[in-house]
């Protein structure tokens, strides 16, 4: 598609591919970028597909939120949680999105990859949130999203120095489930996404919003998700062709 100018975006029939694109910037993630991300994700919940955001293999995920629009910004910019917004979306989409990391993913770069289900690596990439150092709070995620995936001493070791992590600690702390090489990433994402496109796209779509539903909302929420499962007439046909299998 050609209407988008920070992104390159590659619709197929089960998924769509978000490529980050503002290479002079280092893919750094400015208010464009923001808007236009929105437009993929609302085209993701009118057409539920599975998505795979990526900066591409050339050795950079994102650099952050663009700086130079950061320092302009004011508190009332602050309190409309114009970043946090786009990694909420993102977050909420109904298909799993699964992030392809290769190079530098640091400050909002960073939260972009947590905003997603699944996260893999290439050996050069790194992490990390180096936005106290700018004399700002990490807003668009990391905060509680970092604890939450690597634990809350690493999360606030990280987010109070800024320190980052290699691609071989972020395996370590499982911030990302698997390293590979650059030449591989983008085929191991989609081979990923491949297995996804198999399952029972109701059963998926159910399966991400329990997982990621309040502690509070368990059990209720998946013996909701599982009624409706029970119901549905592909649960019937993939059991029955199970069982009739020779
Ligand atoms: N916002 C705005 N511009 C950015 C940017 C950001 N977050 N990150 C990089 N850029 C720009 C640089 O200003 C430079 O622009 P110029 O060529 O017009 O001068 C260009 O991208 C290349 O950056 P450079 O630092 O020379 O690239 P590098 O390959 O040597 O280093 C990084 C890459 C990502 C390690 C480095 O750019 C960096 O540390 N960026 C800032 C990370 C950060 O603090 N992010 C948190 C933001 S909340």
Redesign the pocket.
Known sequence: MTDYRTLLVDERDDRVVVTLHRP???N?IDAEMVDELHAVCDKLTREPKLLLLTGGTDG?FA??????Q?RDRDRYDALAGINHGIMQHIRSLPMPSVAAVDG?A????AELCYACDVRICTDRSFFGQ??V??G?VAGAGALYRLPQLVGESLAKELLYTGRRLTAADALAVRLVSQVVPADELLATAHALLDRMAKVSPLALRLTKLAVDAPADAHPQIEQLAQAVLFEDDEKRRRMTAFLDRS
């Open positions: 002079d910037k280092r750094a950079i650099a952050g939120v663009d700086i130079a950061l530098p640091l400050g909002g770069g180096p936005e150092r700018l700002i």
